[in-house]
């Protein structure tokens, strides 16, 4: 049986577009949580002091709430002290990278990671499951959405808890809609109707755009969505990779070629990735609809304060299908080298659990992983946050195994065909054999 495993040294690519940059802008929060459930804490007299280093990639407003936390925490636990340190975004996955190799002494004992990471750290066995002392697995699978933490779990056992959860809507320009003779606040029906209503909001002034009919230059979001949506609605959740050849099963489904061509030729048609390029087209309203995440809507209420639009649901491959998107989330997890487990994992649930996720999401968009809060009215103020908060009910995870490299693929897929007129059957097959290759550097066979 094929593993992944944990390597010294990966690639990270920033994501071109939607919410991961506009988190750092928001406003920082000023309600600190309460733990919810959380054990007594012993006297200190009975308690051996306990020191944990807590690293994460830097945002200003985020590394306040964790300052928060750690005040918080500390003060509950006097043996405890968290080391925080929020390192820029630059140095972040190189100094992880390193310090996992040194391991104990240089690496950090708290750390974040994004999901399509955690299995390759577990195989790897730079990690240790959740303390059934702080959350046993049957109380996971009780308390969090199951798409939201089915990707830490190996032998029955999690090895993180979710974070800075997103999934994938669609954002539609009310004026450009109407001025079109189209009403924004109707779903798209399938991918034929989507695709007519994006050329109908396109206009040009001869081959020169003036307004794209939809922004759709975050590529790997695009073909992620489009790839899982077929295998999730369509194969009963058939993975990407054949475990017993270890090779994505694209080629053996002409649907996903069909979908990779058609979003090739729909980009060609209604985007040029040279229009109003480095600046956020939607925003701006040049761009009638733009796939991003919920954690978006902040970022809009920043730079476009005044602007109409409407949240949609990614639309279904063929009318009457049922609804998709992919989610993604980042995990708090802890290196076996961590002092001590117990106390590692009372940290990360005091950060992730029920109260804690009301901060995180006030602060930074975040969509809810506790399943508690799913319904939960404060995150249902309107029209647009119902579809967001519907989303998570009809989400699945990235399947990605690693995380940069697909980003790289996807984008030079699209760029092939779209900017160097390459045959879309032969960059797809090119794309193909270059994640197989990924897929093989990310695995180890026992």
Aim: net charge negative; hydrophobic share 40%.
């Amino acid at each position: 049986m094929a593993k992944r495993m944990d390597r010294r040294h990966f690639l990270w690519l920033a994501a071109a577009t939607g919410g991961a940059s506009v988190l750092a802008a928001c406003a920082p929060v000023t309600q600190q949580p309460v733990t919810e459930g959380a054990p007594a804490a012993p006297a200190a007299a009975e308690q051996a002091p306990v020191t944990l280093i807590h690293w994460q990639h830097h945002s200003d407003s985020r590394s306040q709430v964790v300052e928060q936390f750690k005040a918080r925490f500390e003060d509950e636990n006097p043996n405890v002290t968290i080391d925080f340190q929020s390192i820029p975004w630059s140095d972040y996955w190189g100094k992880l990278a390193s310090g996992i190799a040194a391991g104990a002494g240089s690496a950090p004992d708290v750390f974040q990671i994004p999901m399509g990471l955690v299995e390759e750290y577990v195989a790897g066995g730079s990690l240790v499951p959740i303390s059934d002392l702080v959350m046993s697995a049957a109380d996971i699978e009780a308390t969090y959405l199951p798409w939201t933490v089915q990707r830490a779990k190996a032998d029955g056992k999690y090895f993180g808890l979710p974070l800075d959860v997103q999934t994938l809507v669609m954002y539609c320009n009310n004026e450009l809609f109407e001025e079109a003779g189209l009403d924004p606040t109707e779903p798209f029906l399938d991918h034929a109707d989507f695709a007519e209503k994006a050329r109908l909001l396109t206009k040009k002034t001869g081959d020169e755009f003036d307004q794209v009919g939809c922004d759709v230059s975050y590529y790997c979001v695009w073909l992620t969505t489009l790839f899982q949506q077929f295998l999730q609605r369509e194969k009963g959740g058939i993975p990407w990779v054949d475990p017993a050849t270890n090779k994505l099963v694209y080629n053996d489904y002409p649907e996903i070629f069909d979908v990779f061509s058609w979003y090739v030729e729909l980009s060609a048609d209604v985007f040029d990735v040279a229009f109003m390029s480095g600046q956020d087209r939607f925003a701006l309203g040049r761009a009638a609809i733009n796939l991003s995440h919920p954690v978006y809507r902040g970022s809009l209420k920043m730079l476009a304060p005044d602007l109409a639009y409407t949240v949609n649901p990614f639309p279904p491959r063929s009318v009457g299908q049922e609804l998709y998107t992919a989610g993604s989330h980042w995990m708090w997890v802890v290196g076996k080298w961590a002092p001590d487990y117990e106390t590692a994992w009372n940290w990360v649930n005091y950060c992730t659990n029920k109260p804690a996720q009301i901060v995180w999401s006030d602060v930074g968009g975040d969509l809810p992983s506790h399943q508690g809060l799913v319904d939960d009215p404060r995150f249902r103020k309107d029209a647009n946050a119902e579809v967001c908060m519907d989303s998570l009910k009809y989400a699945s995870p990235w399947e990605w195994i690693g995380w940069a490299e697909w980003v790289k693929e996807f984008g030079d897929a699209h760029d092939r065909v779209v900017i160097g007129n390459e045959d879309a059957r032969q960059s797809f097959n090119t794309m193909i054999e270059n994640l197989n290759v990924v897929v093989e550097t990310h695995t180890v066979r026992g």
